[in-house]
């Protein structure tokens, strides 16, 4: 007979406990990305709902702005780096393949607890968060640092005219822990691989080594296909996060979609009849699109503002590159 192998036995629930982020200081306006694609403050507007977004300087690198972010998350927490059991990084901007851009953020934070980077684009947070949750309440962690960070402009062409307006860099990080309520509701989540050239690179790194070419791989992005993509079946995917936690879209304190385009935001409120008196995260006006960054630094900012209340329940959603997804209701730190 086998050995009796003691189970990992964790809190009976998780929680965000708190938020931090890093925004960068330079601030990009229409205009300026304008020299160097043919269009206008006006179609940008229009057609993504961005004012103007922040590009990171040469001295923010993913690792800066993660750093910084999550280490405000532990001073709002309370949470000491010795504390941590896991930090997860959710970015595909880190510019090293290994080591990961976590285990440095870890050092950083003064924990030698575990950590890793995942790799789920747009969805990276929801993905991270779903992750988090279930180590708290496996047991393999007490606390989690999640990060979402992108820094996109080292890996967008400025002269495209399909992404150069869209992308941005920043960084938002949450402290997960244990908690005695349910705060983390069960994600709904999953790809379409199908769709993988639908948001990728114009070549590999190896391919880049060995043509010779000129030509750095930057990100590539069919618009439409994705477009079309979001606000139908993220629309059902946020219906469903709602359906299996158990809360009616009318009992929502805020919506905080992945800040794609802000008509792809209008659909999505449209489709899930959401109340008008359910704020609705628009932070994509000022933050352009950040990719694993985004549903974090909306969160903040419409906590930040009052827009949304601490302790409010809010129904999240991250979609993007795979094409990958993920959605759940949580409780707000
Ligand atoms: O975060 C990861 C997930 N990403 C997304 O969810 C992004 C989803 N896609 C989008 O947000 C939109 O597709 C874009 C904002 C990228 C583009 O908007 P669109 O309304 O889908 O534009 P389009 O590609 O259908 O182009 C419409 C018109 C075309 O001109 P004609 O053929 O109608 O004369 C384009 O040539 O707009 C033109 N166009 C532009 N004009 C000015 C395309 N890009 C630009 C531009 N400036 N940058």
């Known amino acids: 007979m086998s ?32 020299e160097h694609i043919d269009s206008s403050d006006e179609w940008i507007r229009e057609r993504s709902g961005i004012i103007e977004r922040r590009y990171a300087g040469p001295d923010e690198s ?42 440095e953020v870890a050092s950083r934070l003064g924990t030698s607890g575990a950590a890793m980077d995942i790799s789920a684009a747009c969805a990276g947070f929801c993905y991270g968060l779903a992750l988090a949750s279930d180590m708290i309440r496996g047991g393999s962690a007490r606390y989690v640092v999640l990060v979402g960070v992108e820094k996109l402009t080292d890996w967008v062409n400025p002269e495209d005219r399909g992404t150069a307006f869209i992308f941005a860099d920043g960084a938002g990080a949450v402290v997960v822990g244990p908690s005695d309520e349910p705060a983390i509701g069960p994600v709904v989540w999953g790809s379409d691989g199908s769709q993988k050239d639908a948001i990728t690179m114009t070549q590999s790194l190896i391919e880049f080594r060995d043509t010779g070419s000129e030509t750095f791989p930057t990100l590539e992005m069919q618009g439409q296909q994705v477009f079309r993509w979001a606000v139908g079946e993220m629309s059902k995917a946020s219906q469903r996060a709602l359906d299996v936690a158990g809360v009616a879209a009318t009992d929502l304190d805020a919506f905080i979609p992945h800040q794609a385009n802000m008509r792809i935001t209008d659909a999505m409120v449209r489709a899930l009849k959401l109340p008008a008196h359910v704020p609705v995260a628009r932070d994509i006006a000022y933050a352009g699109n950040t990719s694993a960054a985004s549903v974090p630094l909306a969160m903040a900012n419409m906590l930040e503002s009052g827009e949304a209340p601490h302790g409010g329940t809010a129904l999240l959603i991250g979609f993007g590159a795979g094409l990958a997804y993920a959605a759940q209701v949580v409780t707000l730190p």
Do not use: F, K, W
């Open 3 to 34: 050995a009796r192998i003691n189970p990992s036995i964790g809190a009976e629930y998780a929680r965000i406990m708190s938020i931090g982020v890093h925004r960068p200081s330079r601030i990009v306006t229409n205009a300026e990305v304008c």
């Open 62 to 103: 993913v690792v800066d702005m993660a750093t910084s972010a999550a280490q405000e998350a532990l001073t709002q927490a309370g949470i000491t780096g010795d504390q941590v059991g896991m930090v997860i990084l959710a970015t595909v901007t880190h510019p090293y393949q290994t080591p990961s851009a976590a285990v």
